[in-house]
C-alpha cells in the first residue's frame, strides 16, 4: 500500500516536498515512482528510483528542479520539487513495481493523489 502527502499550494519558484510511504516489508525492494496528471491531460511519468537509490529516471521537463530520494529504513520516498512552475500544477501519485523500467512503462501498485498547485 502507498500513502502518498506533500501537496499544498505554493508561488512560481517556490518548493514542495512530496512523500510516499510504503507498508510491508517489500517495499525497500522493489522500484518506486511518481507520475502526475493536470486538468485535461494525460497522467504522466515523473521520476523513479530503484530499490537501492543508485538508480534514477526523470522526464525531461524536471531534470535540474526535482530530485527523487528514498529512506528505505522508514520506507518512504520523497519527490524534492524546487523552481516549481504553474506548469508542474497536477495530482502527483506514486506508483511501485519490481524495478524502474516497469515504475516507468505500467506499475502495478499505485497510491492515491496529492494535488500540487503553483500560481503565477
Known amino acids: 500500500q502507498l500513502q502518498a502527502s506533500g501537496g499544498g499550494l505554493v508561488q512560481a519558484g517556490g518548493s514542495l516536498r512530496l512523500s510516499c510511504a510504503g507498508s510491508?516489508?517489500?517495499?525497500?525492494?522493489?522500484?518506486t515512482g511518481w507520475f502526475r496528471q493536470a486538468p485535461g491531460k494525460e497522467r504522466e511519468f515523473v521520476a523513479a528510483i530503484g530499490w537501492s537509490a543508485g538508480n534514477t529516471d526523470y522526464i525531461d521537463s524536471v531534470k535540474g528542479r526535482f530530485t527523487i530520494s528514498r529512506v528505505n529504513a522508514k520506507n518512504t520516498v520523497y519527490l524534492q520539487m524546487n523552481s516549481l512552475k504553474p506548469e508542474d500544477t497536477a495530482v502527483y501519485y506514486c506508483?511501485?513495481?519490481?524495478?524502474?523500467?516497469?515504475?516507468?512503462?505500467?506499475?502495478?501498485?499505485w497510491g492515491q493523489g496529492t494535488q500540487v498547485t503553483v500560481s503565477s
Open positions: 510491508g516489508r517489500t517495499f525497500s525492494t522493489i522500484a
Open positions: 506508483a511501485a513495481d519490481r524495478n524502474i523500467v516497469l515504475v516507468r512503462t505500467r506499475p502495478d501498485y
